[in-house]
């Protein structure tokens, strides 16, 4: 709904776009028809200062360091609900009623199981393949195995496929795992919760039974939760992006994975816990803390920044307490958390970190937390993507149920060449 008008002024002519407001965050200045009445773009790489789409999903507040899920705020949600209650609210807009939710956990759990043949896929991998390689390559080919939720224009197929991308990504993230570790792939335990079943597939063994530790499970609920939706990131933009085409959603989530890994999104707790590995004492942090800062060394400190939180990161918080809490019951004393509390207090109080509003982000700590547990780094992102996959699905539904989705195709600032004739090759 237009509020009010914005007036821009070109080449002496005045155009007038309505600014809309959203429930609560910035107004947005609705210039659709600019390039029709005015032939101008608008130019912001990076999408620095551009909504792309109409959302009611997601909202964050970077200034104040808020986010909501469906307008709940993420540490209640982290500290209350489950896996599965935000991921049908995030879904359907709503937290479930009880009958709602046991549903809804009998649905994704009845699907958790993964073709038998795509267990063929796996061994096709070397063995000492990235699991984001292999999360690529399998959720990618779901598309191939699950034709019968593939027609994104029935909204009954589109929700069977959300189901199965959110129940089947545990079992495929586990089986990255044991492929890697040359251990027998474990079959899904459906008595388990959605994050105990995931536990066992990748740690339990054949040979004897497993037992989930609560305090564990209770941590990778958290952490999956935290990471749950996050508006329109980078990989969410891309599931966007190759969904507004019309593609499938296995297709789509695929395209999501990929994006996911990049060291500058989710490949960062990887890389934050490579780097305060690579720090290993307190007294070697003033060291890394001037190469942060120094403009000719493109070292940047992972797990510091964002481009929305120019605040504390609210997953942040929540994340280092978890991993206090996991630490204790693990009996785990890793150096690496000692680095990363004295490399936040120091930073925090740095002129440079202050200036730039650089805070602590989720991946800070998760990566802490994680290899506690047992995963290998290289799960890591892997783990993002299972916890994300929730708001993909989310995002992708909201999309493609949106009357004004349209295929996204951004426009350019040419600076090559102007129109030049063909020289042949001899006469160059
Ligand atoms: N360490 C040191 N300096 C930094 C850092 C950092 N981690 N992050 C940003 N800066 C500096 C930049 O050098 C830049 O300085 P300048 O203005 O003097 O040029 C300024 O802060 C702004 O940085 P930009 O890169 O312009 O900010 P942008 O919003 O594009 O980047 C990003 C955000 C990519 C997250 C960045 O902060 C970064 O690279 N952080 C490290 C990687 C990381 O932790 N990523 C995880 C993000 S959260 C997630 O995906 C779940």
């Known amino acids: 709904m237009a509020d009010t008008n914005a007036s821009l002024q070109i080449g002496g002519k005045s155009f007038d776009y309505p600014v809309r407001s959203g429930t609560v965050g910035p107004d947005v200045i609705d210039i659709r028809t600019l390039y029709g009445k005015t032939g101008a773009f608008t130019f912001d790489p990076g999408f620095t200062s551009t909504a792309s789409c109409e959302s009611q999903i997601t909202y964050i507040d970077g200034d104040e360091g808020i986010l909501l899920h469906r307008g709940y705020p993420i540490d209640q949600l982290a500290e209350q609900s489950s896996f599965m209650e935000v991921a049908y609210l995030l879904l359907h807009g709503d937290l479930p009623n009880k009958s709602e939710l046991e549903t809804f956990v009998y649905t994704i759990t009845r699907h958790t199981m ?3 043949q795509l267990a063929q896929f796996y061994r096709g991998f070397r063995r000492d393949a990235h699991p984001m390689a292999i999360m690529c390559g399998v959720v990618g080919a779901l598309s191939a195995f699950y034709h019968d939720s593939t027609d994104i224009t029935d909204p009954k197929q589109r929700m069977i496929a959300s189901h199965r991308l959110i129940a089947k990504m545990p079992t495929i993230a586990a089986m990255a795992y044991k492929y890697s570790v040359g251990q027998p792939f474990v079959y899904p ?5 959605y994050t105990g079943n995931f536990l066992r597939m990748t740690f339990g063994v054949p040979a004897e039974p497993f037992e989930v530790n609560p305090i564990v499970e209770q941590a990778m609920r ?9 508006e329109q990131n980078a990989s969410t933009s891309t599931v966007r992006l190759a969904g507004s085409s019309g593609a499938n959603p296995f297709a ?9 890994w990049g060291p500058a999104h989710g490949g960062a707790n990887e890389a934050a816990l490579n780097m305060l590995r690579e720090i290993g004492t307190p007294d070697r942090i003033p060291e890394y803390i001037a190469r942060a800062k120094d403009k000719d060394d493109p070292f940047r400190l992972m797990g510091f920044g964002h481009r929305v939180y120019k605040n504390y990161d609210p ?11 996991v630490l204790k019951e693990l009996g785990v004393s890793d150096p690496v958390f000692d680095v990363a509390r004295e490399l936040e207090q120091i930073a925090l109080n740095d002129e440079y ?17 994680l290899s506690a547990i047992g995963f290998p780094t290289s799960m890591f992102t892997a783990l993002f993507a299972l916890a994300r996959t929730v708001g993909w699905v989310a995002q992708w539904n909201e999309m493609i149920s949106d009357p004004d989705q349209k295929i996204g195709r951004p426009r350019q600032l040419y600076t090559g060449q102007a129109q030049r004739d063909y020289v042949p090759v001899g006469q160059r």
Do not use: W
């Open 222 to 230: 958290t952490i999956f939760i935290l990471h749950a939706d996050h």
């Open 315 to 325: 997953r942040a918080k929540v994340m280092q307490k978890t991993a206090e809490a």
């Open 252 to 260: 789509c989530i695929a395209a999501g994975i990929a994006c996911l």
């Open 353 to 369: 970190f202050i200036e730039k509003k650089l805070y602590p982000n989720v991946d800070f700590y998760s990566g802490v937390i």
């Open 114 to 116: 993964l073709h038998e």
């Open 189 to 193: 335990d459906n008595k388990l919760s």
